[in-house]
């Protein structure tokens, strides 16, 4: 989990649409689908993870919030 904390989802994605273009340009098309699938694997867990840990704050911060909004 503490590799999936550091990876920047925005970078991670955009990396991985160049480098299969680059690969499709260059004529190998097998190989850049088969990066951009591994890739689109990392990508999902990277997302899940965040998920995960922005779930539970924003879940411990309405369940913190939601005495003062009971009363307005």
Known sequence: TAA?????????????????ARLAM????NE???VALELKELIDLVM???NK???????DWEDSMSPIYEDL
């Open 53 to 59: 840990v922005y779930g539970v704050v924003y879940e």
């Open 26 to 29: 260059e004529g190998r098309v």
């Open 4 to 20: 999936l904390e550091c990876i920047d989802l925005g970078v991670l994605q955009i990396h991985s649409v160049q480098f299969s």
């Open 48 to 50: 899940t993870h965040e």
């Open 32 to 34: 850049a689908r088969n």
